[in-house]
């Protein structure tokens, strides 16, 4: 599925992942391929993407290596996933 993550001062991802880990403000959940169509609000925690993923050189700095892929901390949010494409808006 495709990702893109977006905070106020630039994109901090764009492209494919497998799996997708999110602090939603009633808990943690997950999202994987063809997962139902989603809005949710993000509360402070991690946000954790799995695959085989290349970080920009501007912005890996802002994330941590994971057994996975990468997890990016954030202070809150909203997420929309339909279609296969996902879209996290991160503060």
């Known amino acids: 599925m495709y990702l893109e993550i977006v905070s ?5 991802f764009s492209g494919e992942v497998d799996a997708i880990a999110v602090p939603g403000v009633n808990g943690e959940f997950e999202m994987l391929q063809n997962h139902a169509p989603i809005v949710s609000l ?5 946000v954790k993407i799995s695959g ?8 890996a700095s802002k994330f941590s290596k994971t057994s996975k892929g990468f997890s990016l901390p954030i202070n809150s949010g909203t997420i929309e996933m339909n279609d296969n494409k996902v879209i996290i808006l991160a503060d």
């Open 52 to 59: 085989n993923i290349t970080l920009d050189e501007e912005v």
């Open 42 to 46: 993000l509360k402070d925690g991690l």
């Open 8 to 12: 106020p001062e630039a994109t901090l």
